[in-house]
């Protein structure tokens, strides 16, 4: 039986004691609170949702949506204090809007932007490790910036992905990478100065962000050259994917924009 009403509903979630968004049998997802709060917001009325994308276990998110199937019209402001009221404190529910049944929020074409938060030279306070990621090393911090630069464009991302399917597709464009000095998110355990890799494009293999990152920490400790980069993108790049992958916690999800 079909549903009658279908609705965007804008979120953001703290991922630090969460395995991802995807349903897991025997673990804490974001997708599994999700639905559980909802059956306390609605009782015993059928529903069902769709989340925009997976994310990694640890991974939070600034801006997250989710598609919600209903028998019944919702009444935003009612649903978004319900909703709230019944939300763990990791969860916050910011708007909502109706959308076509025929809307598929995981086919819909949209611009996905990633944060990643770093720092180095220095152990961080505790409180800080759901946010930033502490590097002890020195990091060249500069030369770090003009490798974040070479993953603009349209590249081959064979290095950046781990456990492919058949049917992945390694050539994608990046529409921006750059490494900022953070000025986004603070808190006053934070470092005096921390930065981030900036990420936006339509598209993200497995791991992908994270791997990158990595691979601009190595650049940075001056383990890996600017060359290693330029050549690891190519189409005759060895296609095999890096192994250092660099901690879920610092990766956030802080932007989406709809194309359509």
Known sequence: MKYQYSYIVKI????????????QTNAKTLHDMVDKTLSFVFEEKRFKTLGVGR???????????FQLFIDEKVVEKWFLNSLNY???FD??????????????IIQSPKIKEYHYYFSFGEKLHPFTAPFVVGVLDDLD????????KLFEGEHYFHKYCTKPSEKTIFKRVIDSCEIVTNS???????PEQSFILKVKG?????YQIRLMMATLFELGKGN???????????????????????PASGLQLYNIEFLE
């Open 12 to 23: 953001q979630f703290l991922g630090f004691r969460f395995s991802g968004w995807q349903k």
């Open 55 to 65: 994310t990694d276990a640890k991974v939070s998110a600034n801006c997250y949506y």
């Open 86 to 88: 019944n939300f763990s």
């Open 91 to 104: 969860f916050r529910a910011l708007s909502m809007n109706e959308v076509d049944l025929k809307f598929n």
């Open 141 to 148: 911090i500069d030369t770090m910036k003009i490798g974040a």
């Open 184 to 190: 986004v998110l603070t808190a006053n355990f934070f």
């Open 202 to 206: 339509k598209g993200f293999l497995r």
């Open 224 to 246: 890996l050259t600017l060359e290693f980069i330029k050549n690891s993108l190519k189409e005759d790049n060895d296609k095999k994917f890096l192994r250092n992958i660099a």
